[in-house]
């Protein structure tokens, strides 16, 4: 594993600025397998950032899509046999490109639970979940410690996120209450992962970079909506526009 | 079947606005088993209620979101073979929770008008639908007599909604021609009915007080749009803001 | 093969404003067969046009909404063996009505070129691509070869947008840097083709009408937008606002 410089809180915002760059410029493919409610909201932050987005969920074609791709999305959503299947075949052909694991509502679903520990087995880069996500896989560990028997990143989302590779840690104090308001916004932070992902090779540093992208632009729309629904499409017009200067000034990164 | 106050139409505002505070103050969870057209649009809908949505079709786990949740809408806009075993599934873990039935375009699927059929001697609380469909499943029959045939309340989408449980019937004038413009705006309908039954146990009562906050709210958000985009945006903000001193004032209720 | 007058490029502006008016007055049925990602906002681009949406996939019931449309839409967005199923079923239900081939990604995976391939002999009034589809169909040929060998009209769309029978061609220089900035725009684009289709019989005059909307209707919002979300949003509006006036200002077409 890894060792982080002491001081990454401290560099975190000027990385995150040229993440931002390095996607725009690049225009990584990031392939999603994610459920169908999340897919729209999904594909227009991905193509916010710069990234380009592909989203089929068919077992068919599904390998072809991820070796075109730069990095690859799982996010268990849905989850039926035909995307089972295709995560199957995601993961088969995967390879050395990275990926992401957001498994969401395995609190409610012990099948879905099931599923989602035999991709842990499979090395995720980093898996992005929420607390009652966290506390049915881990089963009372927390991030750090699940990182570490995990050997993942755990990118932790809550009022102030954590992002730990089991040795470093760093918590992330941007966003704004009208994230948790929105359908698949906890999705769009996954995809936003596997494509910082695609141009970061630090796992730590691209999910820390990517959700404080996340929360700055969240803030940002904050002030351009009134309510869910204009929130919801600020954060794709604040992600688009998000600068090095805004992201500099904005950070609250801690150790 | 219970016998309702006289005045209903009378009290329905301040009850609606009393429904209002229970979804925020309980947050019920609602799961939907709805087409993909209309899952994104329903899931902020709900969320702006209030209400926490989940959209799973996955026959494997519904039953256990099913039991999870307080109420269940069952949506006929995709019908297909894992969809209809997703319903199954969804009705045999539904147990007391209450259901709803939007039997989307069964006027253009004789297929599909079966299986609505079938799903009705299932007893939802409330079928939600409109002109066409009605006329389809009900052969002639008004919507009182549909709903005293189906031991149901039926909920029909109009210009005027009405609601009637076979005995009692109210009158809705609420809403703008800019909804009949946006897709899935009848779904989303039909999930804020569901909402509604989670926290309020008469289904005359929920039902025309989840049409009566989505007919304001539409009133609410046709002032803040400049067309079908806007709109669809701002009814999702309308809903969120709308508080019971608009409810009272706006309301249009008849018996 | 039918001779367009030498001077449709001078005309087409005229005729796509007559074209807005049939749509509106006709609300011609228009059935997608399109991916998850596409649905929601090719639902509400066509009710914008005043065209009336369906979008079942269900191989069960496609063949009876097939036969209730004016025109259909096959999109290649996702390619599983439903959906695979449901395009048989569809194709062998639409008997003289004309449809539109959107081979969405068949540059990415050689099973959706193959599958594209074989749906070019069943003959699409229309086939709605970019340049990285084409190039991977038609094997090195331009747009015009390509649409005299598959007798079909070809509407490749760019930068400037070329719609081609193989005999005539029409160029078309409307639209804005934003549309490539937001998932399904092109998506949205072929249902609007097969819209324009179900009130003008020749396929270069609807495809064109059907692009040149789109692209005016793209400019008209790019000045209401602050990014690609509001911008997302703001071209359904467009497209319900458009006016003859404002097309015939606007267009920029050649020949």
Known sequence: MQTLPADLSVQLPAIAADIVERLRRRAPRVHCVTNSVAQNFTANMLLAAGAVPSMTTAPEEIAAFVRGADALLVN?????????????AALAAVEGRP????????????????????????????????????????????????????????????????????????????????????????????????ACLAVEPDPLTAAASALLLLGIAGEQAAGASRGPGTFAIAIIDALDALDGATIRQSAKVGA
């Open 99 to 194: 990926w992401v694991l957001d498994p969401v509502f395995v609190d409610r679903s012990p099948d879905r639970a099931a599923f989602a520990r035999s991709l842990l087995a499979a090395r995720p880069a980093v898996v992005r979940l929420n607390r009652a996500e966290l506390g049915t896989l881990a089963a009372g560990a927390d991030a750090r410690a699940a990182a570490a028997r995990w050997t993942t990143t755990v990118a932790l989302s809550g009022a102030t996120d954590v992002v730990t590779d089991g040795v470093a840690s760093l918590s992330l104090g941007n966003g704004h209450a009208l994230m948790a308001r929105v359908t698949a916004m906890g999705c769009a932070g996954s995809a936003l992962v596997a």
């Open 76 to 88: 268990l959503g849905t989850f039926d046999a035909e995307r089972r299947a295709a995560v199957e």
